[in-house]
């Protein structure tokens, strides 16, 4: 019973003991916490950065002064080449020396009791730049173009790229240059300006890729241009069929900035360019197969044509980057409404070393005859031509070769240029073809037996070609 009663009055004795142990531990964190929280009443709170400055536990006044020492007097050096390019003050830029209403903000801000949350997490802060925004704007001006020289000489880095190569469009890996990235040193001085590092290195920003070789939009870029570089494309021009070479077509092929497919607009124009050179009836002679001379070389007529460059390299790049084979006809400019690259299979055909016409409709055969063409002294000038337009009843008149005038009544006219030269009935001509043009040929027209034009003069539509040779 002793020993129990013993044992119960030890563990009480002990038990106070340890609540009073922890109440005077408390009271001493207590009185310690409460010190301190005087102590920073008019101080920073511990872990108080400024610009990267720790000023906890200093005053305002010197927080101001640790600021000013290290951060507004101190050098900035800006290293080029790793060599030193520039070392200057921050006050020398503008910056304030006075820092203490920007302080007194950030302790107003604090609670003391807070401390021992400060002192375990810190706090961070920054001052409001203050600079000569001229001053500062020149330095980094100056920078960019000291690098901007210096690159120059150094290797630039690429990014990576699609070629073609060897048949095949292919992807050249990115490389990297030893080149400094102008706007990304610029940024890095602006920022160590403000944020109180004292050393700028350049080299730290070499220029880096931006497309590499691993990059899914360029790898299917590259797939989509091997599908353009394989089709099909063709003109077709006066029945003869031009094939663009896919070698040409692939050299065209290109992408923008946005990374989609493009034509090299001034590839394109070039090649259309020498297209209408070797093509345009305006300048070069009509190929064309006759009835009995075989192909001849037809003249420049009024019914001639050249290429709408600005429009055909527009039509031809979309149609192009629709990704089908196509065959097209280039947009042409021309005086002849509803003209045609083609003389196609309906025309009329004049050949004047036969003295012989023909009328074709959709390729058939609608009429022929003997004709009397210009004698040598006003022949009949060859050329590609057309129907202007048909009239009757008409009085044709003109000089004859003494210089008197003559004045012949026609029953249909059917002009074919520009010149006065037409297609008419002729009464006064007692036989036609042979050599009958030599001493009995017209003043330039293509004269016609009477019941011939009776027949051809319905059938014969204004705008149909003429080819005169």
């Given amino acids: 019973m002793f020993l129990k009663r013993f044992g119960e009055d030890f563990f009480q004795e002990k038990t106070k003991r340890i609540i009073i142990i922890c109440l005077v531990v408390l009271l001493v964190f207590?009185?310690?916490?409460?010190?301190?929280?005087?102590?920073?009443?008019?101080?920073?709170?511990?872990?108080?950065?400024?610009?990267?400055?720790?000023?906890?536990?200093?005053?305002?006044?010197?927080?101001?002064?640790?600021?000013?020492?290290e951060l507004t007097e101190a050098s900035v050096a800006i290293s080029l080449d790793n060599k030193l390019w520039k070392k200057i003050k921050r006050s020398e830029l503008g910056w304030q020396k006075d820092h203490s209403t920007a302080l007194m903000k950030i302790k107003q801000q604090q609670t003391p009791f807070a401390w021992g949350i400060t002192n375990l997490l810190g706090s961070r802060h920054e001052l409001p730049s203050s600079y000569d925004q001229?001053?500062?704007?020149?330095?980094?001006?100056?920078?960019?173009n000291e690098i901007l020289?210096?690159?120059?000489?150094?290797?630039?880095?690429?990014?990576?790229?699609?070629?073609w190569r060897e048949g095949d469009f292919v992807i050249v890996p990115e490389k990297q240059g030893d080149t400094i990235d102008v706007a990304a040193a610029q940024k890095a001085l602006i920022k160590n300006l403000e944020n109180g590092k004292q050393t700028v290195n350049v080299e730290d920003y070499y220029a880096q890729p931006i497309l590499t070789k691993d990059d899914s939009q360029l790898k299917k870029l590259k797939d989509q241009m091997n599908q353009?570089?394989?089709?099909?494309?063709?003109?077709?021009?006066?029945?003869?069929?031009?094939?663009?070479?896919?070698?040409?077509?692939?050299?065209?092929?290109?992408?923008?900035?946005?990374?989609?497919?493009?034509?090299?607009?001034?590839?394109?124009?070039?090649?259309?360019?020498?297209?209408?050179?070797?093509?345009?009836?305006?300048?070069?002679?009509?190929?064309?197969?006759?009835?009995?001379?075989?192909?001849?070389?037809?003249?420049?007529?009024?019914?001639?044509?050249?290429?709408?460059?600005?429009?055909?390299?527009?039509?031809?790049?979309?149609?192009?980057?629709?990704?089908?084979?196509?065959?097209?006809?280039?947009?042409?400019?021309?005086?002849?409404?509803?003209?045609q690259t083609s003389i196609g299979n309906t025309y009329v055909e004049v050949d004047l070393q036969n003295q012989y016409?023909?009328?074709y409709k959709e390729?058939?055969?609608?009429?022929?005859?003997?004709?009397?063409?210009?004698?040598?002294?006003?022949?009949?000038?060859?050329?590609?031509?057309?129907?202007?337009?048909?009239?009757?009843?008409?009085?044709?008149r003109g000089l004859n070769d003494d210089g008197s005038k003559y004045a012949?009544?026609?029953?249909?006219?059917?002009?074919?240029?520009?010149?006065?030269?037409?297609?008419?009935?002729?009464?006064?001509?007692?036989?036609?073809?042979?050599?009958l043009w030599l001493y009995r040929g017209s003043h330039g027209c293509i004269n016609t037996p009477p019941a011939k034009m009776d027949e051809l003069y319905p059938i014969l539509e204004v705008g149909t070609p003429v080819l005169v040779f």
């Fill in 363 to 396: 390729g058939k055969l609608q009429f022929e005859t003997d004709i009397v063409s210009g004698k040598p002294s006003t022949p009949t000038p060859p050329g590609v031509n057309y129907v202007t337009s048909k009239s009757t009843d008409q009085i044709l």
């Fill in 149 to 163: 020289q210096k690159n120059v000489t150094r290797t630039p880095t690429t990014n990576a790229k699609i070629e």
């Fill in 408 to 435: 012949s009544p026609v029953r249909y006219w059917m002009p074919i240029d520009k010149t006065g030269v037409g297609i008419h009935d002729s009464d006064w001509q007692y036989a036609y073809g042979g050599d």
């Fill in 30 to 69: 207590v009185s310690f916490y409460s010190y301190k929280s005087v102590h920073y009443a008019e101080r920073l709170l511990p872990k108080t950065k400024v610009n990267n400055i720790n000023v906890g536990g200093l005053t305002i006044e010197q927080a101001n002064e640790k600021i000013n020492t």
């Fill in 134 to 144: 001229a001053h500062v704007d020149q330095l980094v001006e100056n920078l960019g």
């Fill in 228 to 339: 353009l570089a394989k089709i099909k494309a063709s003109y077709t021009i006066n029945g003869k069929q031009i094939a663009i070479p896919a070698e040409e077509l692939a050299s065209w092929l290109t992408t923008d900035e946005k990374a989609d497919i493009q034509l090299d607009q001034e590839k394109v124009t070039a090649f259309v360019t020498n297209l209408n050179a070797e093509y345009n009836t305006m300048e070069n002679p009509t190929p064309f197969n006759s009835t009995k001379r075989g192909e001849v070389a037809v003249p420049v007529g009024i019914y001639s044509w050249t290429i709408d460059i600005p429009s055909e390299v527009a039509a031809l790049s979309a149609q192009i980057l629709k990704g089908k084979n196509f065959n097209r006809t280039p947009v042409v400019e021309s005086e002849v409404p509803d003209i």
């Fill in 357 to 359: 016409m023909w009328y």
